[in-house]
């Protein structure tokens, strides 16, 4: 009985300091995850899911982990296995959605995000990830990329060029006394700004790097001066984060003095209680563009604007608004020399992570754009930069694992050109209608020729478009626009030639030719509509011939009305010979007397009546 009781002592203790080891290591693990340690944090959560203890909650921070250390595919793993158990709070929903955005599973990651919807209720950001749909994306513009070979085997990114050199933010740490400091995120050295000038990469001189993060950064048009960001520790000179456990950013500038940058002075919005950082300048250089989550914002990190008054001097910081800023993230804004911003995001529909979006901010209706392929991945796309010289420039991403710099050639949109032509006489004709289709026969753009027949708009390169042109007088035409292989053009052009409806009175707009009772002659109102068709056969249709077709009404007997009828086709036979018109182009003039009544009646008014007694013209051939 003792032993047995010893035995049972024994396994008391020995749980009781399993327990008690496990209960150290989560304490530690969520301590790593704290302090922004994810690499270290991964490995001591994966232990405790093995020993089994807390697995949920581990399995979610692993999940967050994962997702910190942008690794979407690890972490759809973990956030599935946390998401078994009931109860679970919607957060993770939102969070696996994104996930699996990150993985391509767009209609799972619409199924969970409305799963949270339901769960949670509604917002701007789901709204929008629910209401719209990648598919939608019309790129106009088109992108050919290639890695830039300045890239390192850690994290590249932040490229701006100015004057033949392109300066850029890297961990490589080459060329820093610093190698054993590393960023214990994820496990790289930290970040300095580097320049590659003539083929060769360098520290940036002067007093921009420092021991932890600096960049990204813009530089004005002359050269003169740079703002960049860096982390806040030059403030507190320990380098320690802030009481959230985290090194927060800010924004700073520095002076060009005989090529080294110098005079390094804090700009006075900065604050130690949130991040501000990622300036670049507007066409005017008169604006600050910039990212903070600086309180009063829409959510997350927002885009803000900043009047620049010169000596180190600032307006107020502008928030750019719910139409760009989301409750999520908005970082890496760069502004064109057209005002158009570009800035990343997760707060908008994207393809995977953050995505890169642009604004035309001289509009005044806000629409924000996905740039799409291949820009954007399933992965974070960020750091945008164009030159607008010559329509090239960088941006990075992480689909390959690490950040890497791609530069890109802009292609602009293609300028669709056409011409709606009378295929019979190659006149051009004025407001037809064209109208271009999607993949889906959704109408994209509708079109209104001008009085030479001319169209214009603008479409997407390497697509298809079904195209429809429509004119009162023509036969509808359909046919494909085909814009693949076009990278060395920059308009396209598509011309369309419409057959004429065949009907004479309406091609020229006459009236029916009437008479008088019992007359065969032309009446004055008559001759102003067969000037109409003599203006036609002469000046639009010169190989038109005709057929003239008389007829009464049904007073009188047959033998009668055929003979007045025949009267009549004469007469306006005649007519149309005598304005000029080659008696061989027409084919015949014949009566049909009271057979063919434009009215069947039996006792017709005499409305009716008149409305039988015409002349009328059928085509016989148009060219």
Same mark, same amino acid.
């Given at each position: ?201 360098s520290p940036v001189p002067g007093d921009v790097n ?70 670049? @300048? ?5 604006? $600050? +563009? !910039?990212? &903070?989550?600086?309180?009063? *914002?829409? =959510?997350?990190? /927002? #885009? ?29 804004? @760069? ?5 158009? $911003? +570009? !800035?990343? &995001?997760?707060?908008?529909? *994207?393809? =995977?992570?953050? /995505? #890169? ?100 708009t603008e479409i997407n390169r390497d697509t298809k ?54 007359k065969s002659n032309i009446r004055a109102d008559a ?97």
């Open positions: 009985m003792k032993n047995l009781n010893y035995l049972i002592l024994l396994l008391f203790i020995g749980n009781s300091f399993m327990v008690s080891a496990q209960s150290a290591k989560q304490k530690k693990a969520d301590k790593l995850f704290n302090d922004l340690a994810y690499i270290e944090a991964v490995e001591v959560y994966k232990e405790l899911i093995e020993k089994d203890h807390n697995t949920t909650y581990n399995n979610q921070k692993l999940g967050d982990s994962y997702m910190k250390l942008r690794s979407p595919e690890n972490a759809v793993f973990y956030y599935a296995d946390a998401l078994k158990v009931p109860d679970i709070s919607p957060e993770y929903y939102f969070k696996y959605a994104q996930a699996l955005r990150g993985v391509k599973r767009y209609d799972e990651s619409r199924e969970w995000m409305q799963k949270y919807c339901d769960s949670n209720g509604r917002s701007a950001v789901v709204d929008e990830m629910l209401s719209k749909d990648i598919s939608d994306f019309k790129i106009k513009e088109k992108y050919i990329l290639e890695k830039v070979d300045f890239n390192s085997d850690y994290s590249d990114f932040g490229a701006f060029e100015k004057d033949g050199k392109i300066y850029f933010v890297s961990a490589r740490d080459e060329g820093m006394s610093r190698k054993s400091k590393t960023y214990s995120w994820n496990g790289e050295p930290f970040l300095d700004v580097y320049q590659l000038e003539a083929g060769t990469v420092t021991m932890l993060h600096d960049g990204p950064l813009c530089i004005s048009k002359d050269g003169k001066t740079m703002y960049f960001t860096r982390n806040n520790y030059i403030n507190n000179k320990k380098g320690k984060p802030d009481k959230d456990k985290t090194n927060n950013l800010k924004i700073y500038c520095a002076s060009n003095v005989n090529g080294n940058w110098e005079n390094v002075v804090e700009l006075p919005f900065n604050n130690d209680a949130y991040s501000v950082g990622h300036p670049a @300048f507007s066409p005017d250089e008169k604006t $600050l +563009y !910039f990212a &903070s989550g600086m309180p009063g *914002g829409v =959510g997350g990190s /927002d #885009i803000y604007k900043v009047e620049i008054l010169g000596d180190n001097l600032f307006g107020k910081p502008v928030n750019l608004g719910d139409k760009i800023n989301t409750s999520l993230d908005e970082n890496f804004p @760069f502004v064109t020399e057209y005002n158009v $911003l +570009y !800035f990343s &995001s997760n707060g908008h529909l *994207g393809l =995977g992570l953050m /995505d #890169i979006f642009k604004a035309d901010l001289a509009k005044m209706e806000i629409d924000v754009e996905n740039l799409g392929g291949p820009v954007n991945s399933n992965m974070d796309d960020f750091s945008y930069f164009q030159n607008d010289q010559n329509n090239t420039g960088y941006f990075a991403s992480n689909r390959d694992a690490s950040d890497d710099i791609y530069g890109f050639n802009l292609l602009k949109p293609l300028i669709l050109k056409g011409k709606v032509t009378d295929m019979v006489n190659q006149s051009p004709i004025p407001l037809a209608t064209v109208r271009l289709m999607d993949e889906n026969d959704k109408q994209i753009a509708f079109l209104e020729t001008d009085q030479d027949g001319n169209f214009q478009y079904p195209i429809q042109a429509k004119h009162i007088k023509y036969h509808e035409k359909t046919g494909t626009v085909n814009s693949f292989n076009t990278d060395d053009k920059e308009e396209l052009f598509y011309n369309i030639a419409l057959s004429p409806i065949e009907d004479v009175e309406y091609l020229a707009e006459i009236d029916n030719i009437y008479f008088d009772f019992d001759t102003k509509e067969l000037d109409k068709l003599v203006d036609l056969m002469k000046n639009e249709y010169p190989e038109l011939v005709i057929e003239i077709g008389s007829h009464t009404d049904i007073r009188g007997s047959n033998q009668y009305n055929e003979a007045l009828a025949l009267r009549r086709a004469t007469s306006t036979y005649e007519y149309l010979v005598s304005k000029g018109i080659s008696p061989h182009r027409i084919q015949a003039y014949k009566g049909y007397g009271e057979t063919k009544p434009a009215i069947a009646c039996d006792r017709c008014t005499s409305s009716e009546h008149q409305l039988n007694r015409r002349s009328i013209f059928s085509v016989v051939k148009m060219n």
